[in-house]
């Protein structure tokens, strides 16, 4: 997983958090350093999930 600055900087704790935890708070700093609107942004996941999932069920 990323060792991102404001992982860190922002909660010490994150260190010791999931690894989807991790993901979910660097997507987040990410979306919202580029000031990606959130209905753009949910769009894009739905977008990814369904991308993620067709990998999945090829195995």
């Known amino acids: 997983m ?3 600055k404001h992982e860190t900087g922002l909660n ?3 260190e010791q958090a999931s690894d989807e935890v991790k993901l979910a ?3 987040i700093y990410l979306l919202e350093t ?3 609107a959130p209905e753009v ?3 894009a996941l739905e977008i990814v999930s ?3 999932q067709a990998k ?3 195995g």
Do not use: F, Q, R
Request: proline share 5%.
């Open 56 to 58: 999945i069920a090829k």
């Open 25 to 27: 708070v660097d997507l």
């Open 41 to 43: 942004a949910l769009a």
């Open 34 to 36: 580029h000031e990606i």
């Open 12 to 14: 010490p704790g994150l």
């Open 50 to 52: 369904k991308d993620l």
């Open 2 to 4: 990323s060792s991102n």
